[in-house]
């Protein structure tokens, strides 16, 4: 992998591949841009392929706290000018997909096209695994000081910690890693070596706390989620959108990325895959390449 210093805290490490118009790939949380490695070689018939680590994951830095999904995309323009990319096309994967749609606010124009694979939603603390969270432990908020939002905070922030100062040893930590990955996942689990690298890059990430406070945070509809006023940003972005959602996705309900397509209007391209969920990326690669290649080529 390479690396590069995009201000002067931080340096982003990235993989690259193939010759032609600039294409940035960018991961989802409990990952890092080795979960786009298998992909990267039939997308490089036909564009120049970055896929870097964001702050905090894989081998880049992680020198300045980030909870917001702004800093990651600021981060992730900044690469793009010490890059030398004036264009680029992006797609972004789960969490990814709300750095992309950042990125389309940020900089307008730059970012011709872009490509949401199953994606967070707009409303962010409206994704399933927060209002799960929220759902079993509501009689147990009922008895703590804290809101209900603040007591889910706490929780993610002992998890955090565990893995941070290594209170369970290395075994347990990879475990506990394991359980998270893999009951978000569905179809056919990694098996032998892929697996093994697949845990190992997880392990790398150091701000689980904060994307799980930016997850939370994150909401650029109009609309009043949890007490989270939305600031309505979805209507800034006027770039061709192609959301790509597995129908079974048992960590953000189809519902909605439904509602983004609706936002977007005429803006947005909206596909359903039958038989995945959230790790399409894996389960189906041929399905995703084929998908961004003719979104990105028409």
């Known amino acids: 992998m390479k690396k590069i210093k995009i201000n002067e805290k931080e340096t982003i490490a990235y993989r690259e591949l193939g010759e032609g118009k600039n294409l940035l790939l960018l991961h989802g949380n409990l990952s890092s841009s080795f979960f786009m490695e298998h992909i990267m070689e039939s997308l490089s018939e036909s564009f120049y392929v970055v896929a870097p680590d964001m702050r905090g994951f894989g081998e880049s830095t992680y020198e300045q706290e980030a909870d917001d999904v702004r800093s990651y995309a600021e981060d992730m323009v900044a690469f793009m000018d010490k890059m030398g ?30 490509f949401l694979l199953s994606s967070v939603g707009i409303r962010g603390t409206n994704f399933q695994g927060i209002q799960e969270i929220l759902s079993d432990l509501e009689e147990q908020a009922k008895n703590v000081v804290e809101s209900p939002l ?48 697949y845990l190992l890059e997880i392990m790398k990430q150091r701000n689980l706390l904060e994307i799980a406070r930016s997850l939370i945070r994150y909401n650029i509809s109009p609309e009043k989620i949890l007490g989270i006023q939305g600031d309505n940003g979805i209507v800034e972005i006027h770039q061709p959108i192609c959301i790509c959602h597995g129908e079974d996705d048992l960590v953000i ?24 969920g959230h790790f399409m990326l894996l389960d189906k690669p041929e399905k995703v390449v084929s998908c961004i290649k003719e979104f990105f080529e028409a």
């Open 253 to 276: 309900p189809i519902e909605e990325i439904e509602y983004i397509a609706q936002c977007l209007g005429e803006k947005a391209i909206f596909e359903r895959v039958g038989e995945t």
């Open 150 to 197: 603040d007591y889910v905070k706490n929780r993610l922030g002992e998890l955090a910690h565990r893995f941070r100062e290594g209170q369970e040893d290395k075994e347990k930590q990879e475990e506990l890693k394991a359980e998270i990955l893999w009951e978000k996942y569905r179809g056919e689990s990694p098996e032998g070596e892929d697996k093994k690298q």
């Open 85 to 114: 990319m004036e264009e680029a096309y992006v797609m972004g994967w789960s969490f990814g997909g709300a750095v992309t749609l950042e990125m389309c606010r940020i900089v307008g124009e730059r970012i011709p096209k872009a």
